[in-house]
Every structure is written in C-alpha cells, then in structure tokens.
T-cell receptor
Framework: KAGVTQTPRYLIKTRGQQVTLSCSPI?????VSWYQQTPGQGLQFLFEYFSETQRNKGNFPGRFSGRQFSNSRSEMNVSTLELGDSALYLC????????????FGPGTRLTVT | KNQVEQSPQSLIILEGKNCTLQ??????????LRWYKQDTGRGPVSLTI???SENTKSNGRYTATLDADTKQSSLHITASQLSDSASYIC???????????WGAGTKLIIKP
C-alpha cells in the first residue's frame, strides 16, 4: 500500500509570491491534515479536511488556505509569501475517526528568499 | 500555559542505556494519547496510541505509560540504539472536535 506522498519535496520562492503544495493520502483515507514545522519548533496545526470539508483550523492568517478534492487529495496554498513562511510543511492522512492513526508524508521544504 | 508539556527539552545518553521521556498534560478527557518519533527533516511516525482507559502500551523497545490521575505520560526506551536519535512528540487527540494537541517534543541524542 503506497504511503502519503507530497509534491514537490523542495521549493524555493521569493517573498510576495504564492505557492501551492500537494498531498496525496493513503488510499481509503478521507482525512488530510496540514502542519507547519519551523527549525527547532514543534508541529503547528494548519487545518484538517475530511470528505472535502474543512473540519478544523489552526491559528494561521488567511494567507494560508487549503482544499480537498473528491479523491481525497489535498492542496495547500500560501499567498504573499513572507520570509517567516520558510518551513517544512507536512501533511498527514487518516481514516478520520478519533482513534485512527495519522500517517505522515515526507514533507515539502519551502524556502522563501 | 501549554496544554501539553514535554520534558526534558533535550537529552543525550550513551548507546545501550535506557531513558524515560515525560509528557504532562492539562486537558481531559481525550480520546487517545500518542507518542511519535520524528527523524530530522522527515514526517513523524507513530510509536504508540493509548486510549484514556489504558495505562501502558509497548512497541518493541518503546513502552508508553499513562497515569490519568496525575495527567502524565511517559515513554521509556530500553537498550537505546544510535537510530533512536530523533525527536519524540506526545500528542493528545481530543474527543469533541477531532483536534490534536501537540507537545513541542524532546530531542534525544544517542552517543556511541
């Protein structure tokens, strides 16, 4: 069974640009969550999508948005990039229930210059 | 005050030694408490998941315990190996809203 895949793995963008990251969950998983991790910091929750609906949202500005498609694939968009957005962006998929395990992808390393 | 606090922030031990990582939490009830291992630059990998009613769960050399009375969990690693060098993160999964509350993690370094 294929794991969670994220594309691209590495990305360099300039301040002010926008970026779209993609996450393909494990087959059969309906929940996709996005996290930001900066060096030395814990995971910061961005949002979770379940069956194409945003179910939970963290405390990030509106520049961060996401969506989920009918095949459960999810995209995250960051507009008007700032230097502080440089981070590892992780997505995780699960079947969706409270006791279900989350499986993480390898992450997308975003560098904003 | 953070709802999930982990200690120590970092720990260095010699290969072959045992160690215990702590997780104190303030929120309850919760659906389950999870411990993850995260290698540098990679996504976290689940080690154990314990429901509110469980008090111990093992996964090979990793043993997690949960004390609901003191609101503490610990992760014990026996006979440490160099590959155990990683961050270990404690996470609470809330009953009501499917949210996860992440600790900041303990960075463990195993020296030969």
């Amino acid at each position: 069974k294929a794991g969670v895949t994220q594309t691209p793995r590495y990305l360099i963008k300039t301040r002010g640009q926008q970026v779209t990251l993609s996450c393909s969950p494990i087959s059969g998983h309906r929940s996709v969550s996005w996290y930001q991790q900066t060096p030395g910091q814990g995971l910061q929750f961005l949002f979770e999508y379940f069956s194409e609906t945003q179910r939970n949202k963290g405390n990030f500005p509106g520049r961060f948005s996401g969506r989920q498609f009918s095949n459960s694939r999810s995209e995250m968009n960051v507009s008007t990039l700032e230097l502080g957005d440089s981070a590892l962006y992780l997505c995780a998929s699960s079947r969706g229930g409270a006791n279900y395990e989350q499986y993480f992808g390898p992450g997308t390393r975003l560098t904003v210059t | 005050k953070n709802q999930v606090e982990q200690s120590p922030q970092s720990l260095i031990i010699l290969e072959g030694k045992n160690c215990t990582l702590q997780c104190n939490y303030t929120v309850s009830p919760f659906s389950n408490l999870r411990w993850y291992k995260q290698d540098t630059g990679r996504g976290p990998v689940s080690l154990t998941i314990m429901t509110f009613s469980e008090n111990t769960k093992s996964n090979g050399r990793y043993t997690a315990t949960l004390d609901a009375d003191t609101k503490q969990s610990s992760l014990h690693i026996t006979a440490s190996q160099l590959s155990d060098s990683a961050s270990y993160i404690c996470v609470l999964h809330m009953d009501s809203n499917y949210q996860l509350i992440w600790g900041a993690g303990t960075k463990l370094i195993i020296k030969p």
